[in-house]
């Protein structure tokens, strides 16, 4: 079992910036890759960035260039890194790991809202 637990986000105006952080914590040798989705009113839950124990990243085209994922290895810690937010990226924001027989498990979630 893995548990995930997310921080970090907020009300910000368009064109600002936040860090989102996701603790891993459990059977971390089990997890091949983690990365962020995001949930919008009456949306489906999209794939935001993600990044694999190697290191390999996968980004939506919606944010390229603007959002940035990471990871501390000593933490067990994936962070997103938001810049030039839009209004049309407020969501709730879910960590996701991905162990070796493709279980996934999912943050309890965190809202980010983007607005003047």
């Known amino acids: 079992q893995v548990q995930l637990v997310e921080s970090g986000g907020g009300l910000v105006q368009p064109g600002g910036s936040l860090r989102l952080s996701c603790a891993a914590s459990?059977?971390?040798?089990?997890?091949?890759?983690m990365g962020w989705y995001r949930q919008a009113p009456g949306k489906q839950r999209e794939l935001v960035a993600a990044?694999?124990?190697?290191?390999?990243?996968n980004y939506a085209d919606s944010v390229k260039g603007r959002f940035t994922i990471s990871r501390d290895n000593a933490k067990n810690t994936v962070y997103l890194q938001m810049n030039s937010l839009k209004p049309e990226d407020t969501a709730v924001y879910y960590c996701n790991a991905r162990d070796y027989d493709d279980d996934d498990y999912w943050g309890q979630g965190t809202q980010v809202t983007v607005s003047s």
């Open positions: 990044i694999t124990s190697g290191g390999s990243t």
């Open positions: 459990g059977s971390i040798v089990s997890i091949y890759a």
